[in-house]
């Protein structure tokens, strides 16, 4: 059974998110965040991806060096940060970090958001990604 990190900031999403991929607890990612000089709190940092990367390179996981355009569920790889919930906001892009994986044959995305009553998700429809990043774990 696959229980999801739940983000505990509001805007802890991409936190939640990177602790998703690695197995982590919210806290441990959010330490690892605060060390590195990244807060969910820190508006300057929601419309970007760099720091979900440097995140994600400090534990491991290799990303695509750009985000991927949407095209089907069935396009996406094993292993992926989704951007849900696009907007624009005074001409800036915001949206939620969600993961996407590939377990056993079966899609499944892992929403950090506490509000949802499940946060293992197979609502595909209602979802509408933007765009993606493809990741991969790095052995070490």
Known sequence: MISPVIQEETTGCGIASVANVVGK???????????????????????????????????????????????????????????????????????????????DGRDLVLDSASYLASKVRTDFNEMQPKWYIGLKTIKR
């Open 25 to 103: 607890s919210y806290a441990e990612m959010k330490a690892l965040a605060n060390s590195m000089g990244i807060y969910a709190s820190d508006t300057s940092l929601w419309p970007d991806t760099q720091y979900v990367r440097h995140m994600l390179s400090r534990v491991g996981v290799e990303a695509t060096e750009n985000e991927i355009l949407f095209e089907s569920w069935g396009a996406l790889p094993d292993l992926a940060l989704l951007a849900i919930k696009h907007h624009q906001e005074e001409g800036r892009d915001f949206w939620h970090w969600v993961v996407f994986k590939r377990v």
